[in-house]
């Protein structure tokens, strides 16, 4: 099996595996209990604690919370601040392409009564610092913008807009603060993340994106931010998520994001170094393909390709019948027919958005991997053209904006 789907998910790494089964079954206690082994258990929850402060930069590990998963960390960090600052502003910002469990959240907020100003992206699925500057209103209470794009690996000048709020929140003070909330999933592990140098105030990020299992996930909190408890119970995390732990998943994810931190350089330039190769020869050898996203400013482990007058459906199939794993789009939007989301805001048509592919590399992908890609998509695509109705037109009328009624 070739598997090119790492934004989706990833491998759990040995050592992530070694750990996850020590606290499985040996030390397999509740963290709540008195006795020797609980402490043992409550220590490992300590230490991952402090893994994924120091992997973000915070300030101190009680700035992070353990969660079920990124989207769990995302619903909780909207809900709870948007509720806790209503009494000032109901106004939020966000963008066109941010990820489905931030757009449905904020669409759930709007039916509480709260206003969203959605952001048009551009062509390469970004946008500017002066559209969140133009944006800002007197009852602006959350600025949530993603790190980077999990679909088309666009990065967002996440610096910009924080150093802005900054500015904002120093004029206005403490008690009418804009809170800049960061979907950092995509991003932890992947390229430097800095919480302070940032000025990100709350921040989702999920361990089975850096190889880590699935089920457990975190939120950043800055230091004094009021937050509602998601779950009442035992008191744990600090009274704010009841309900034992999940230890094993906890000490887990704080080995994964720390050995995804200190490898990420030389992770980076492999992952750069094939990045170049796959995109340049697959325009190359595909003719009416076109990269998606920006061509510098993404993530170092992902290409978006479209592929004009083809499904991606299809491609997905036959690129399984031969062992090779990808996708075509957020991996929580997978089972829908409609085409995504994000291509939609860059402007694509959609007739094309139907046809894009996406491939992410892991720690393991080599570049042979992307050779036996290279070997066997041309015929893919060869193949689905020719029962394509659209690839029939486009041979008649030979102008794809005639075709697509431009």
Not at 87 to 100: D, M
Not at 245 to 264: K, P, Q, R, T, Y
Request: with cysteine.
């Amino acid at each position: 099996m070739i598997y090119l789907d790492n934004a989706a998910t990833t491998r759990v790494r040995p050592e992530v595996l070694e750990i996850m089964t020590e606290y499985l079954s040996d030390n397999f206690a509740n963290p709540s209990s008195i006795y020797a082994p609980a402490r043992g258990a409550k220590g490992a929850i300590d230490t991952a604690r402090e893994q994924v402060q120091k992997a973000i930069g915070a300030d101190r590990p009680a700035e992070i919370f353990f969660t079920g998963s990124g989207s769990e960390s995302i619903n909780w960090a909207l809900k709870s601040v948007a509720t806790q600052n209503a009494h000032r502003g109901k106004h939020i910002i966000t963008t066109a392409v941010e990820h489905p469990a931030v757009l449905v959240t904020l669409q759930h907020l709007e039916k509480e009564g709260f206003e969203v100003t959605i952001l048009p992206v551009d062509e390469f699925a970004q946008i500017s610092v002066d559209q969140v500057k133009n944006a800002i209103r007197p009852d602006t209470i959350i600025v949530a913008v993603m790190f980077a794009n999990n679909e088309v690996g666009t990065m967002m000048p996440i610096s910009e807009i924080g150093t802005h709020l900054k500015q904002i929140n120093d004029e206005r003070g403490k008690d009418n603060k804009i809170y800049f909330f960061c979907d950092a999933i995509q991003a932890v592990g992947r390229v430097p993340v800095d919480v302070n140098a940032l000025n990100i105030d709350l921040m989702p990020i999920s361990a089975h994106k850096m190889y880590g299992p699935k089920g457990v996930g975190a939120l950043y909190v800055r230091r004094g931010i009021k937050m509602q408890p998601l779950i009442h119970g035992g008191g744990q995390e600090r009274g704010r998520r009841g309900g034992t732990e999940n230890v094993a998943g906890i000490a887990a994810m704080g080995l994964a994001v720390e050995l995804a931190v200190a490898e990420m350089d030389d992770t980076t330039k492999k992952h750069r170094e094939l990045q170049k190769y796959l995109i340049e020869n697959t325009l190359k050898a595909i003719p009416h393909s076109r990269l998606n996203g920006h061509p510098e400013h993404r993530l170092p482990n992902s290409v978006n390709i479209t592929f004009e007058f083809i499904e991606g459906e299809g491609m997905l199939l036959l690129l399984d019948s031969k062992g090779i794993c990808a996708s075509s789009g957020s991996a929580c939007t997978s089972g829908s027919l409609d085409p995504s989301h994000v291509l939609m805001a860059m402007g694509m048509p959609h007739e094309l958005a139907h046809g894009s592919l996406r491939l992410t590399f892991g720690r393991d992908t080599e570049k042979a991997d992307l050779d036996k890609f290279l070997e066997v998509f041309p015929t893919i695509v060869e193949r689905l053209r020719q029962i394509s109705p659209l690839w029939e037109e486009f041979q008649r009328v030979g102008n794809i904006d005639a075709l697509l009624g431009k």
